[in-house]
């Protein structure tokens, strides 16, 4: 099943700052979610940010702010986003059902996250170098459940190019150098 941007929502998970920091690799995750967001807005794929209780982990982080819809992100407090009934609304808003998901922690609230919204019918890809975890081996653990699950695990440049469906259009030139 390809990842198409016109069925596609992007759901950046609770890249905050006082979480991202921690991960095992955080430029990683942040270089990875702005790609996405940036690529999301070029063509017109809806964004959806999560702060898991940002009163005490804070805002999403500052390198992408800029790239959150106007309404901003929804502060949650469940791990799964799919037990969140504002961002359960913003995903069903579009009636679009695949999900591209990406953020931290991959082995929490992108797990459960992937898991609550295949159970809700919606088709979920977790991109795995743009999540992370403290630690490496519960982000192994995590990619391995979301397998048996049936849960696609894909790269940012596998939903970069999936999204853009062909060379030589004006997004493909303007997306192609933010890879490179």
């Known amino acids: 099943m390809l990842m198409r941007a016109e069925q596609s929502n992007l759901l950046i998970i609770d ?30 794929v809806p964004v959806i940010a999560s702060e898991q209780y940002p ?20 502060a949650k407090l469940h791990f799964s986003c799919a037990d969140e009934p ?6 069903t808003a579009g009636r679009r059902r695949q999900v591209v998901l990406a953020g931290i922690e991959a082995h929490i609230c992108v797990l459960q996250s992937a898991l609550g ?19 490496p081996e519960n982000e192994t653990a995590a990619w391995e459940r979301l397998r048996q699950a049936g849960i696609p695990t894909v790269t940012v440049e596998m939903v970069l190019f999936e999204w853009l469906r062909a060379a030589g259009t004006p997004a493909f030139k303007e997306l192609v150098g933010l890879v490179k």
Do not use: H, N, Y
């Open 55 to 74: 009163q005490g982990i804070g805002p999403t982080i500052f390198d992408l702010r800029e790239w959150l819809p106007p309404e901003g992100a929804v």
């Open 15 to 44: 890249v905050q700052e006082r979480l991202a920091p921690v991960m095992s690799d955080p430029r990683r995750v942040i270089r990875g979610c702005g790609l996405l967001m940036r690529a999301a807005q070029r063509l017109e």
């Open 86 to 91: 504002a961002l359960l609304d913003r995903l």
């Open 117 to 135: 919204l295949k159970e809700k019918g919606f088709d979920p890809f977790v991109v795995t170098d743009a999540s992370a975890s403290r630690r």
